[in-house]
């Protein structure tokens, strides 16, 4: 019961971006992923990556509220790296036995596509976010990411007032939208 | 109204950052203007990818944070085991790729030994030449030994050697070893050989039977004997005109004997109508021979003859050959008995014809 409280208490923690939730669940089940990905023709980089892929996964379900863990942190975490793995795996084409302990795991084929999509969207404003160019993103970072208001922006980008920053954003905003939806509707 | 300021008013109504007034006086802009609602419809959704590919993104840096504080604190480990362990370690990680490196080692190495032994000459010559000295004598000793053997034998033969009770004459009718002839000479048989006109000989057995009809089937079963393709002459089915030329080839004798003549009758003695009469000289020995026509089809199997009057012989109508094949496919060893229908000596004079023929002749030896 206590242990159920506290993995709710983390998951909540990690949801509000609190870094000891996120460095408590990463102590507590780096080392079994890692030898997970290790004993499967892994390395240690392979297995951070897919350790870190996993956590994600599990940030945007606490993100979304309506995460309900219905199995122990460690047994989820677990299924989702062996999926991701296997995945990963199965496009260098080195893996084809698929059906072995699979008891152990839970089924989370589809968390893994909404992950999917997430991640996508996240490549997608990336990647449009990298075709604006600076000083456009710095620009569009500062305000719409760290949230600093135009004063603070003027001062650090060097225009002479708010409101030339304000235009200035606005013509990148208007960028970046045209970039980005462009490739979403292609979708 | 500016684009610039739509946006940034958008922005605000989005954020919530405007107060109760403005609220409901943008609510009902946005009510009235479908434009202006899909703006905000579309840049609510613009804001929230922002939004989230900023979250990840810091989530992200945090993970890389965490991760490396977490190894400089030794609290995890992500070092490749130490010793023995990476030893393992890069066993299980690489066991594939040395597997295959090393087939491919193999192969290589037995394809250039392959290469070295036969493209380098001979070195060591004198020994090879001693070596093949004493093979040739191993060699010549056994050639004398088998001789020695195969005198022994052949005496043995000779001594033993069992008289052959009857003779009479057979004709193949499937390229595969059947050969069809008489049952009187086939009757009671222990040992029946078949001897062709080169003088071969060969084991069959008989296969079917049939003395009312006087029609046997024989079998080559000899490992020797090798399947022969077309037939040359073909088996006819409806029954022949009187006063048809007719010849027929057997082994009255040791050595395969050609006779001609001419169908006298299309019954048999007394009105046999399974046989037909035939003027022709025929001696015992003949029996069981094939008569053909004038092109070269088979009308009959030569079978017995008048005692009481010379060159008058009864032959089995070849029709009956065809009753004897069906009865003999009832068994599924035999089903792929095929019978020739076609000659493919007509037109050809009978010195070709019976070149042709005379491999398909056997005599059948019994006893």
């Known amino acids: 019961m206590k242990q159920e409280t506290n993995e709710k208490t983390l998951l909540e923690g990690l949801a509000r971006n609190d870094r000891m939730a996120a460095e408590t669940i990463y102590r507590d089940n780096y080392n079994m992923v890692q030898s997970l990905v290790i004993n499967n023709n892994g390395s240690t980089d392979d297995a951070r990556d897919i350790f870190q892929e996993a956590m994600i996964v599990l940030y945007e379900k606490a993100k979304s509220g309506s995460f309900e863990l219905n199995c122990q942190l460690k047994t989820y975490l677990y299924s989702v790296c062996r999926r991701l793995w296997l995945k990963r795996l199965q496009q260098m084409n080195r893996f084809i036995n698929n059906g072995d302990n699979l008891s152990e795991t839970v089924s989370v084929d589809d968390d893994l596509e909404e992950h999917g999509q997430k991640d996508a969207d996240f490549e997608m404003m990336e990647k449009s976010f990298g075709m604006i160019g600076e000083p456009c993103k710095g620009l569009l970072d500062a305000y719409y990411l760290q949230r600093k208001n135009m004063q603070e922006i003027a001062d650090t980008f060097g225009y002479t007032n708010a409101a030339n920053a304000k235009t200035q954003k606005y013509k990148c905003l208007m960028r970046l939208k045209k970039i980005f939806f462009s490739q979403y509707k292609k979708q | ?367």
């Not at chain 2, 037995?110 to 004598?137: C, F, H, M, Y």
């Not at chain 2, 191993?138 to 022994?152: G, L, P, S, W």
């Not at chain 2, 022969?228 to 004997?257: C, H, Q, W």
């Not at chain 2, 025929?282 to 053909?292: D, E, H, L, M």
Request: proline share 3%; with cysteine.
């Open chain 2, 1 to 367: 109204m500016d684009d610039q300021i739509v946006i940034e008013t958008v922005e605000n109504y989005i954020r919530g950052e405007m107060n109760a007034e403005e609220q409901l006086l943008f609510e009902n802009l946005r009510k009235s203007n479908p434009e202006v609602d899909q703006l905000v419809v579309e840049h609510t959704l613009f804001l929230q990818q922002i939004n989230n590919y900023g979250e990840r993104r810091n989530f992200n840096t945090t993970l890389h944070q965490v991760h490396s504080d977490l190894t400089g604190k030794g609290e995890i480990n992500t070092d490749l085991p130490k010793g023995k362990a990476k030893v393992i370690y890069l066993w299980n990680r690489y066991k594939r790729v040395a597997a295959i490196a090393a087939s491919i080692a193999g192969v290589t190495t037995l394809g250039v030994s392959l290469l070295v032994n036969t493209l380098i000459p001979n070195t060591a010559t004198d020994k090879l030449q001693e070596l093949g000295r004493e093979i040739n004598r191993v060699k010549t000793d056994q050639i004398e030994q088998k001789k020695e053997v195969n005198n022994i034998k052949n005496k043995i033969d000779d001594n033993t050697k069992i008289p052959f009770r009857t003779a009479g004459t057979g004709f193949i009718i499937d390229g595969k070893g059947y050969l069809v002839t008489n049952a009187h000479i086939v009757r009671n048989a222990r040992n029946i050989f078949v001897i062709n006109s080169m003088n071969e000989q060969f084991r069959a057995t008989l296969v079917y039977t049939d003395l009312n009809k006087d029609i046997a089937v024989l079998k080559i079963t000899d490992e020797d004997f090798k399947p022969m393709t077309s037939l040359p002459y073909g088996i006819r089915k409806s029954s022949t005109d009187v006063a048809e030329p007719i010849y027929t080839m057997g082994f009255p004798r040791n050595e395969i004997v050609y006779s001609e003549g001419y169908l006298s009758a299309k019954t048999g003695f007394n009105g046999d109508t399974l046989s037909c009469q035939l003027g022709i000289a025929a001696n015992p020995g003949n029996s069981g021979g094939p008569v053909f026509n004038h092109n070269g089809e088979v009308i009959g199997i030569l079978s017995t003859k008048e005692t009481e009057a010379e060159g008058v012989a009864f032959a089995i109508q070849s029709k009956y050959i065809y009753n004897v094949v069906e009865e003999l496919k009832k068994d599924t060893a035999n089903q792929k008995i095929k019978l020739p229908t076609k000659s493919s000596v007509a037109g050809l004079n009978k010195q070709q014809q019976f070149k042709k023929i005379e491999d398909f002749i056997f005599m059948v030896k019994v006893n």
